[in-house]
């Protein structure tokens, strides 16, 4: 069906026309005071991220162990025995499963989440807080609650609950390489939700009501409202959010970490905890620093591939 | 003519570029944490980095400074493990650690090599270590740290649990371990429980046994090729998975950590635990009124303990104060020191001359533990023992699944030392 009287969907942007008319008018006092903020955080930049990226650049071709100051030069070998490594596999395996499930899930759940709170209903205000509060705690401690929460044995909480409801026998949530998998990701998407579903909340409550009113003259249905209105006009909030989450579950530590340590085996160790485990405590700094380059360079990669497509469905839809 | 070098445009711009330009630089060396020295201050103080907690170390180190009015006592602390071993690490690299630190063995390789620790060998007190403490830091015949303690691990039981399927004496042999873990489960009692995010202790106690069996050169002799992890690990591996094999303990425990296990245990929900001697006073504190007691691994060829030298003082080759640190350490490892630190920790001491009073649950432990009749892998294990660590025990939990086979695991353990090694 064709929405003939809905006005053209622009995505929200921000407004900076008149930024841009305060340029031309005052350019030389904005551009001493731009640079008077972006010196410290260029400073910051730079001693925080460009000299310990060269550094590991040129640790990883090295045997530097985190002690010797003098570490012999050592070519790929490095980076060739990353893909010797099967923990290094698994670790990569694991945690392209963890940001692609996490981000895709999380999606999924928090856009009708969104929809949801954005309705009027008695409590409102309770139901978003409550959403959003496992955003809140650290996550540190929020894997530990979950670890007391899904403990395999039968005195955990959610085996007592299960055997008492169904005589089931302990079901070994983090103890079995499948279920420990599964057990993080769904912790994740609890965690995460709330947060993402306040994110496109913002974004909803953008979206002008005339473009309802005039779908709903046209006799377009809660569906078409959806799919014609609603979801263009969230692909910024889109972009935004996956962006995120791939770029936090790519990198992700703390919640695997205290939920399962990176085992059973290695079927939850990610690459950050190869990082921090290779790098420090086996000091192994060389080996890390190949995998922080590959790493850096796989981010950026799917960083850059994710911006373009969202990008072109921005373009499509606007 | 006008002269633009003093006009107010031109003052006002160099001012604020003086102040950004500080801002800057204050910025850049607030971030590289350049200024003031983290050493040593004067010349009669001495740092310290301490393992232990400040509850811990605080009346040992409050002696001293009665002693030694004189000596400025600065004194730091850090979370072991791996956040002791990296801030150390750092503070190695900036020239900035402490006069006296800890070396241990999951640093102990890289700060003998790296030469970073002061040779011991010549201090006159240096008889007064037990002589496994010694061994344990000492490389080409220099001593490079002072190691007061050591800890025990073997398998804790609940004596109650145990009377009620007619246990009366240890098992002396490993079937007879697990012929008792099926009497308990047969009687409707968890028999065991190990935490799966360590290395096991009665894995350890088997290979150790192993170990013995090779007199006592079987780690050396694996680095050096003359045999393999294939050859020694195999047996014990076999061995040690009968618990799972057999149905005898959960595999669930590929996912619990020491916490959790201890837990049950102070639940009397199990009646076995493989534990540290370390665990015994949280366990005492938290069930008072259960009758423990340690019993050793029970194999093949005997009984045998795991365990460890603990972390020893070493001394800063940098060190500002050298004298100062070196009566630092004195004093740690004298009848005083020890004493005061015995009183804290419930540790078992191995110094000459001190004998601490224990807990008899410890009593069958305390002799071997004294005279340095323990193994554990990861401390006799002559190079890149934490990164063979975490691999042997992402191993065991695949094992503990039943994902692979001790034969596996062991030629994995094989590989991964070829790897690491550059072979």
Not at chain 1, 152 to 155: K, M
Not at chain 2, 35 to 43: D, I, P, Q
């Given at each position: 069906m064709a929405l003939s009287t809905t006005p053209d969907l622009q995505p929200l942007q921000p407004q900076t026309s008149s930024n841009r008319t305060l340029t031309r008018k005052r350019p030389h006092r904005l551009s001493v005071t731009s640079w008077v903020f972006m010196a410290p955080i260029a400073v910051v930049f730079v001693v925080l991220y460009v000299i310990p990226m060269s550094q590991s650049l040129y640790y990883s071709f090295t045997d530097f162990d985190g002690y010797v100051s003098n570490p012999a030069f050592v070519g790929f070998d490095n980076y060739a025995e990353l893909f010797k490594d099967p923990s290094m596999l698994s670790a990569l395996g694991y945690t392209i499963f963890y940001a692609v499930s996490t981000t895709i899930l999380v999606t999924v759940t928090a856009i009708p989440l969104a929809l949801t709170l954005n309705r009027k209903f008695f409590g409102r205000n309770l139901v978003r807080s409550a959403f959003f509060f496992p955003a809140v705690p650290s996550v540190a401690i929020l894997g530990l609650v979950w670890g007391f929460i899904l403990n395999?044995?039968?005195?955990g909480v959610l085996n007592s609950i299960i055997r008492s409801l169904t005589g089931l026998g302990p079901i070994p949530w983090l103890s079995d390489s499948t279920l420990a998998q599964l057990s993080t990701v769904a912790v994740t998407i609890w965690a995460l939700t709330g947060w993402h579903a306040v994110l496109y909340l913002a974004y909803l409550q953008a979206i002008p009501a005339d473009y309802y009113e005039v779908s709903k003259i046209d006799g377009a249905s809660s569906w078409q409202s959806f799919r014609y209105i609603t979801l263009p006009l969230l692909i910024p909030a889109m972009a935004v959010s996956q962006l995120l989450l791939m770029t936090n579950g790519l990198k992700v530590f703390d919640l695997p970490f205290t939920l399962t340590r990176g085992g059973p085996g290695f079927s939850t160790r990610t690459l950050t905890q190869s990082l921090i485990e290779d790098g420090?405590?086996?000091?192994?700094v060389g080996a890390a620093s190949a995998l922080a380059v590959l790493f850096l360079i796989v981010v950026g990669l799917v960083v850059l591939g994710q911006m373009a497509l969202s990008n072109a469905l921005q373009r499509k839809y606007s | 003519m006008l002269n633009h070098t003093n006009s107010p445009q031109r003052r006002r711009k160099t001012s604020l570029r003086l102040t950004v330009l500080g801002a800057v630089v204050a910025a850049a060396a607030a971030l590289t944490g350049c200024?003031?020295?983290?050493?040593?201050?004067?010349?009669n103080t001495v740092s310290f980095y301490s393992w232990d907690n400040e509850a811990s170390m605080k009346p040992v180190l409050d002696e001293f400074k009665k002693q030694n009015p004189s000596i400025d006592l600065k004194v730091s602390y850090g979370t072991p493990v791996q956040g002791y071993i990296s801030t150390l690490q750092t503070r190695i690299n900036s020239g900035t650690a402490a006069d006296v630190f800890i070396i241990t063995a999951e640093n102990k390789t890289e700060i003998m090599e790296g030469g970073f620790a002061k040779d011991l060998s010549g201090e006159p007190w240096i008889g007064n270590i037990a002589d496994a403490a010694k061994a344990t830091y000492t490389k080409d015949g220099k001593v490079y740290g002072a190691a007061t303690a050591s800890w025990g691990g073997g398998i804790l039981y609940n004596k109650d649990l145990l009377a009620k399927v007619g246990f009366t004496n240890p098992p002396e042999t490993w079937d007879d371990f697990l012929a008792l873990c099926k009497k308990l489960k047969d009687a409707g009692i968890t028999p065991f429980y190990e935490s799966g995010?360590?290395?096991p202790v009665s894995l350890a106690a088997l290979v150790g046994l192993q170990n013995e069996a090779s007199g006592g050169t079987m780690d050396a002799d694996i680095w050096a090729g003359k045999t393999s992890f294939a050859k020694t690990w195999t047996e014990p591996l076999k061995d040690w998975s009968e618990l799972f094999k057999q149905d005898l303990?959960?595999?669930s425990v590929a996912g619990l950590t020491g916490d959790q296990i201890t837990s049950e245990f102070q639940r009397g929900s199990v009646a076995m635990i493989g534990t540290g001697s370390w665990a015994l006073g949280s366990i005492q504190k938290a069930a008072p009124d259960m009758k423990l007691e340690f019993m050793p691994v029970p194999g093949d060829s005997g009984t045998y303990w795991a365990g460890a030298v603990s972390p020893g003082y070493a001394v800063n080759a940098?060190?500002?104060n050298p004298e100062a640190a070196e009566k630092l350490v004195e004093f740690l490892q004298s009848k005083t020191g020890v004493e005061l630190y015995q009183k804290q920790n419930a540790a078992i001491t191995t110094t000459k001359d001190f004998t601490p009073e224990l807990d008899p649950a410890l009593s069958s432990m305390v002799p071997a533990v004294r005279d340095g009749k323990f193994y554990l892998p990861q401390v006799t294990w002559p190079t890149n023992s934490a990164a063979l660590n975490s691999e042997t025990v992402s191993l065991l939990q695949q094992l503990i699944q039943g994902q692979t086979t001790p034969e596996k695991v062991a030629s994995a353990l094989d590989a991964k030392l070829a790897s690491l090694q550059g072979k």
């Open positions: 395999p044995l039968g005195s420090i405590a086996q000091s192994r | 200024g003031s020295s983290g050493g040593s201050g004067s010349e995010d360590g290395m303990v959960s595999p940098k060190a500002k």
